[in-house]
């Protein structure tokens, strides 16, 4: 599934087309996604509308409307959002297309439908949506190290599960937790009511850096993740531990070891996390 990284990666490749374009056309599938495809707003909210802006909230793409409508993309777990000329057939598994007065269009393909399209009215918040409740940002400056402490405490749960968790932070998942927790050299099982000042510094730095790391690289594309273009990132060739069980840790050699977590597989160096 893709994670922070990735859709940032497709935030701004989206923002060299979208914005100030005007969409022409809308054309929506018939199969269901993850959820119902908002047909009625489409027409209402977004067809003949210009877009004023192209944001990104934990995983998902916001795609603002010169009315003050809001298109909200998920991609699921296979998901693509691709900028495309007019003209071009319509691939199997497309289910959601604008067409821009620029020449291009905007297409959503998913092979397994986990992904979903919703429409904002305008004036409407993200109340009672899926945006509801996310924690900040992990690459804003309300991310903090005091921030992470106060609300650990007096909780056992493993460091790594806190972080996946949108409501601590937005926008880890199963791969970067791993890269994160290598770099910061904790333990993903490590019980979050002991980690001390330093520690939680650590966690945050650890975040930034490979959160912008993978960004700068396009993303990991380890399975079928590519950006808005049809290209794909190489984060996957700088991972350290994810998907290396067995293989020698980077700095002393010992095999990475593989755990499973909350029903993830988990990577890390038992001798370099403590």
């Not at 210009?50 to 777990?77: C, E, K, S, Y």
Request: glycine share 8%; aromatic share 8%.
């Amino acid at each position: 599934m893709p994670e922070l990284p990735e859709v940032e990666v497709i935030k701004r490749g989206l923002q060299q087309y979208l914005p100030g374009r005007r969409v022409i056309a809308v054309s929506a599938g018939n199969k269901k996604l993850r959820l119902p495809m908002p047909r009625k707003d489409l027409t209402e909210y977004i067809k003949g509308e210009h877009v004023t802006a192209v944001d990104r909230r934990a995983r998902f793409l916001l795609i603002t409307m010169d009315n003050g409508a809001r298109l909200v993309i998920h991609l699921g777990m296979t998901g693509k959002l691709s900028i495309i000329p007019q003209a071009s057939r319509k691939a199997k598994h497309d289910h959601f297309r604008l067409l821009l007065d620029s020449g291009k269009q905007l297409v959503f393909n998913d092979i397994r439908r986990f992904g979903f399209i919703l429409v904002l009215a305008p004036e409407r918040d993200f109340s009672r949506t899926m945006l509801a409740n996310l924690g900040p940002e992990p690459l804003d400056h309300d991310f903090t190290p005091l921030y992470l402490q106060k609300l650990a405490q007096g909780k056992n749960r493993p460091l790594k599960n806190f972080l996946m968790d949108n409501r601590t932070v937005a926008g880890i998942g199963n791969i970067y937790a791993s890269e994160i927790m290598f770099q910061a050299r904790l333990r993903p099982e490590k019980k979050i009511s002991t980690l001390t000042r330093k520690q939680w510094e650590r966690v945050v730095e650890s975040c930034r850096y490979v959160l912008e790391k993978a960004i700068k690289s396009g993303g990991t594309s380890i399975s079928d993740f590519v950006n808005e273009s049809g290209r794909r990132g190489y984060f996957q060739l700088e991972l350290q531990t994810y998907g290396r069980q067995g293989k020698p840790c980077i700095y002393c050699n010992m095999p990475i070891k593989k755990i499973t977590m909350a029903g993830r597989s988990t990577f890390f160096c038992p001798h370099c996390q403590k």
